[in-house]
């Protein structure tokens, strides 16, 4: 079985288990304890917090330790929007941050507080100029994740962190996703990491709050992890986080290098080997082990199941894969195609073989699927018709209005249009995606009796 979910949880890594098992023994004491156990365990503690400190780049007086990455963006947000409450309670989050750091914002908002969402590019990037006109006098907080979780763009930090300064707004920066990989450049204020993201175990989180920074930790107050972080230290965890942080950036550098090249592989051969696909995401300034593309024709989740019976587990950023039928918030936010979506992100130590395996599988895989929805051939011939077409496709979810569309538009003349009707909230981001991949013009949308209809034009 090939596993390619790092972006979700990366493997344990080997010095992580041995450091796990080694405090289990050493390290289970009360570490604010002046006897000999809980001085032994407050010994590990201090030099799991110096190793952390001295991978992020901060003061060890500067970084607590979580009982998760989510914690650590809760307590960090809310913590720094406290702090500043007198400047006002303006917050600024980028479209396509982790769903972690978005519902924070939403129990901001919910709360009386203001929020603005900066868009992105179709590659998943912000602009730093559209965080500078984000800027507000009442703005408290300004937030933004190092590297996409979803589609592995590389955000621009230190340019967005130097606007943000030069306001006097605190950035923070969620790491998770990169701080495996190296250093976050740039003058941020607050960052958090996730222990379980770079090959630590799960239930460990990291929280940097640089000195000057106001911050006022909400919630009951507790004398642990100077009070930012309530509760009693899993110490042998922690011990294990900030020992697997400390080798997988021992490795990093050739091992970025090696995975680069196999993700290249996969961004170049996919759209080669399977037609009508789109790979997203920066082609360039995006994390080493990330790669996503999206098909056209295909049910997500089943193409995720066909895929797991193969021997690959892969993840998706597709609606059909969600409970709620709605596109994922990153992948609407860019503009792209949802349906079909594969996140594959590899994690260290990934043979080649594994890659070369899955590139064989899925082009077979991938079809199919696109056999059993009923989808059109490539090389389908135009039948005869009137100038305009209604495609209902109410009730029916994706990618069925987008086949739909894809067997009719050859049957309207050039200039004619198609309109489809539906009621599946992934249509108003698929439809106008496969307008841009295949050369047709997208009209719009118009309310409809029931549903939505969205009007396309055939260009050619």
Request: glycine share 10%; aromatic share 4%.
């Amino acid at each position: 079985m090939a596993y390619f979910d790092a972006a979700s949880a990366a493997p344990l890594h080997p010095v992580a288990r041995q450091a796990l098992l080694a405090s289990l023994d050493e390290g289970w004491a009360d570490p604010a304890r002046l006897y000999r156990e809980g001085r032994r365990a407050r010994l590990l503690l201090d030099a799991a917090r110096e190793a952390a400190a001295e991978a992020v780049g901060c003061r060890a007086d500067e970084l607590v330790f979580t009982p998760s990455g989510t914690r650590a963006v809760h307590a960090g947000v809310a913590g720094a929007l406290a702090g500043r409450r007198r400047a006002g309670t303006h917050l600024i989050v980028s479209a396509v941050e982790h769903s972690s750091v978005l519902h924070t914002a939403e129990v901001h908002e919910a709360g009386g507080g203001s929020v603005t969402q900066v868009p992105v590019d179709r590659t998943g990037a912000v602009g730093p100029a559209a965080y500078a006109a984000a800027l507000r006098e009442d703005t408290a907080l300004a937030c933004l994740q190092s590297a996409n979780h979803e589609v592995g763009t590389e955000q621009p930090v230190a340019e967005v962190a130097e606007v943000c300064r030069a306001a006097g707004v605190p950035l923070l920066v969620d790491a998770a996703q990169s701080l495996g990989w190296g250093r976050v450049e740039g003058d941020w204020s607050l960052l958090a990491g996730s222990a379980h993201k770079w090959g630590g175990p799960s239930g460990v989180g990291l929280l940097v709050v640089r000195k000057g920074v106001r911050f006022a930790p909400q919630g009951p107050g507790d004398e642990r992890e100077s009070g930012r972080a309530p509760g009693f230290e899993n110490l042998p965890a922690i011990v294990a986080a900030a020992a697997s942080l400390r080798a997988v950036r021992a490795e990093a550098a050739a091992e970025a290098a090696r995975l680069r090249e196999l993700t290249e592989r996969i961004r170049t051969r996919v759209p080669a080997l399977v037609p009508d696909v789109e790979v997203v995401g920066d082609p360039v300034r995006r994390l080493p082990g990330v790669v996503t593309f999206s098909c056209l024709y295909v049910d997500g989740e089943t193409l995720l199941h066909e895929l797991d019976r193969a021997g690959f587990s892969v993840s998706s950023g597709s609606s059909c894969t969600s409970s709620t039928l709605t596109p994922s918030h990153v992948l609407r936010a860019m503009g792209v195609l949802s349906e079909g979506n594969v996140r594959v992100s590899l994690p260290p130590g990934t043979p080649a073989e594994d890659v070369e395996r899955f590139l064989e599988v899925l082009p077979g895989t991938v079809a199919a699927v696109r056999e059993k929805l009923g989808a059109p051939a490539a090389t389908q011939t135009a039948r005869a018709a009137g100038p305009d077409l209604v495609v209902d496709a109410l009730g029916r979810r994706c990618p069925v209005p987008v086949i739909e569309l894809a067997k009719v538009i050859g049957d309207v003349p050039v200039g004619g249009t198609v309109r489809v009707l539906s009621d599946d909230e992934a249509a108003r981001l698929d439809i106008p995606a496969w307008c841009e991949m295949r050369g047709q013009e997208y009209v719009g949308e118009e309310p409809a009796e029931k549903g939505t209809a969205y009007l396309i034009r055939r260009t050619g």
